[in-house]
């Protein structure tokens, strides 16, 4: 496994990069089933409180998170394409957003039998939006939240866990 690559790209686009010691399928599972996504959404001492997800083209999804001293995040958004298991497309919106407009997410899956790149293009409305996004510890939580995604990915792979 190898840690989270960020890049920025244009004035409105970052896009992240990190692979995972697990088949596709098993991944692509993990961004989309409410069972998988609560063992690992979120950084270090945030937890899913509630996990819905329509996996389908115009279907909805909503995540609520709580923190380590209670506090409660809020996010949501609509499925744009959705093409098990290679790309995922969806709009997100924070219920106390900081920043102007819905940011369009695309995960692409790549790799082998036992190796995934997940790529993730997080396209903003604004350059004003990307830039308030940068100076939060987005970084540091997605690296945490990947770390538990490969964690958990491991202990599915390793245990004979089928998803």
């Known amino acids: 496994m190898t840690g989270l690559t960020v890049t920025l790209h244009g004035d409105r686009e970052i896009r992240l990069s990190r692979d995972f010691a697990a088949p596709r399928r098993l991944v692509f599972a993990a961004f989309t089933r409410p069972e998988l996504l609560v063992r690992w959404w979120g950084a270090r001492g945030w937890h899913l409180v509630e996990c ?6 115009g279907g909805h999804w909503r995540f609520v998170s709580r923190g380590p001293d209670g506090d409660l995040m809020a996010q949501g958004g609509t499925y744009r394409e959705v093409d098990p298991p290679a790309r995922l497309v969806c709009t997100e919106l924070f219920d106390d957003q900081s920043y102007p407009g819905e940011t369009l ?41 990947f770390d538990r995604l490969a964690a958990a990915l491991h202990t599915d792979s390793t245990t004979g866990a089928t998803t």
């Open 105 to 145: 997410v695309r995960h692409d899956f790549t790799g082998s039998a036992d190796r995934t790149t997940v790529v993730t293009h997080l396209r903003y409305a604004t350059a004003q939006g990307r830039d308030t996004v940068l100076r939060y510890p987005m970084t540091r939580g997605l690296n945490e939240a």
């Open 52 to 57: 819905e997800v329509d996996l389908r083209v």
